[in-house]
């Protein structure tokens, strides 16, 4: 507890004079960035109670003391509050982005005793500023598009008024590769332009598949007929990755790895990826059935999905090969690796985006190399309510219409 005396005390009834069914979050910090007393609106915007958020408050890396150990404390003597943004996730699990206001209160020596801060919750400008950015990209991306098609087809009417067969020839066999090895938008850039400018992306859902048993089947059966295999398995997961606008970014070995929300960016690719990873699942079962039926071992797998911000782009010069960069990639692929045999989970940020619509249950915690810790969820169905079966492996009418609006 702090000692308060009457000057002090007469400015906490004045912030106690403020409604308590007030939106916003009021706090009092001691001049090092400790929370020693909040107003209900604190609650509502945190989901936590001052006593439950106690065991965050004194944490070295907590924002309020981080963000003061690195500022100027003559700052204060120029400026009469500070304000900065930073995104929370709230005990519901939920990120959500508050704006603080920071007001210092000073003694008669001009000394800091404390800080008053006033926070709003900005998700929803955010969000808006975000669909503004995704839109203007969108638009300009489909500008361009839409501009080589123009350009393809003049070229294609010159070469055929020129007789040139041969060209032309090649030509669809240029483009027929390239389109099979790189995304459409990036291969007309590419074809455009002679390059395909890396981007970054603020929300993407990774899907990271892996047969941790390839190499051991690789030493009990010709190489030949397991690649082949293999083949025909992701063949069929290439497909559904189509179906649900999921790119396929590459295969190693095992190794299985697609992205929502590239190259065109959108925000139902948390659901995306689920629907995915979900039909994934019962071809691998489908599959494993029947090798078991016919005496061969089956196809030992784990699924892992994450989503957050990659940077992406071409790669190569004779041969290209569209990839992502991030932590976000590393972060998919320990989920994989941490997820039991024939299972799904994904991170929380990911189960953030998809509550609404499928049943989840928490699992374990996954510590990350800044000692972060993720929470990881297995996925057991689709809600009932959007099932269009009783297992709530497909989603029914209502599902997809309330997805068509994200």
């Not at 994989?336 to 609404?356: D, R, V």
């Amino acid at each position: 507890m702090i000692e308060i005396d009457s000057q002090k005390l007469m400015e906490l009834e004045l912030l106690a004079s403020i409604p308590q069914s007030a939106d916003n979050s009021i706090l009092i910090l001691n001049n090092v960035g400790v929370i020693q007393w909040t107003n209900a609106g604190f609650e509502r915007l945190y989901g936590y109670s001052f006593k439950e958020y106690a065991p965050f408050n004194n944490n070295t890396n907590s924002s309020f003391i981080k963000v003061l150990s690195e500022t100027d404390r003559n700052f204060f003597k120029k400026n009469s509050s500070f304000s900065f943004s930073r995104s929370i996730i709230t005990k519901k699990g939920t990120v959500k982005w508050v704006q603080s206001t920071l007001s210092p209160v000073k003694n008669n020596l001009q000394e800091i005793e404390r800080f008053i801060v006033i926070e709003f919750d900005i998700t929803q400008q955010k969000d808006m500023e975000e669909e503004m950015v995704q839109r203007w990209e969108n638009t300009q991306t489909l500008t361009e598009h839409l501009e080589s098609v123009k350009d393809f087809v003049e070229e294609q009417i010159q070469e055929l008024n020129e007789q040139k067969k041969a060209l032309e020839i090649a030509k669809d066999k240029t483009e027929e590769v390239l389109n099979k090895v790189l995304p459409y938008e990036v291969a007309i850039q590419l074809k455009k332009k002679g390059y395909a400018t890396p981007r970054h992306y603020g929300k993407v859902s990774l899907i990271h598949l892996n047969i941790r048993n390839f190499f051991h089947l690789a030493d009990t059966m010709p190489i030949e007929e397991l690649v082949e295999q293999l083949n025909e398995m992701m063949v069929r997961f290439d497909g559904i990755l189509e179906n649900h606008f999921i790119e396929k970014i590459k295969t190693v070995g095992g190794s299985y790895l697609g992205a929502g929300g590239v190259p065109l960016r959108n925000k139902s690719n948390p659901i995306d990826a689920l629907l995915t990873a979900m039909e994934i699942q019962q071809v691998i079962i489908e599959i494993n059935t029947l090798r078991r039926q016919n005496g061969l071992p089956v196809f030992e797998t784990g699924i892992g999905i994450h989503t957050g911000k990659v940077i992406a782009g071409v790669v190569g010069k004779n041969k290209l090969s569209y990839d992502i960069w991030g932590d976000t990639v590393n972060i998919a692929s320990t989920i994989e690796n941490k997820t039991p045999e024939g299972k799904l989970y994904i991170s929380q940020h990911t189960f953030a985006e998809i509550l609404e619509f499928f049943d989840c249950e928490p699992r374990n915690k996954l510590v990350l190399g800044s000692n972060e810790e993720l929470l990881l969820y297995e996925v057991m169905r689709i809600k009932k309510q959007f099932a269009n079966d009783t297992l709530g492996l497909f989603p029914n009418a209502d599902f997809l219409q309330t997805l068509s609006k994200l």
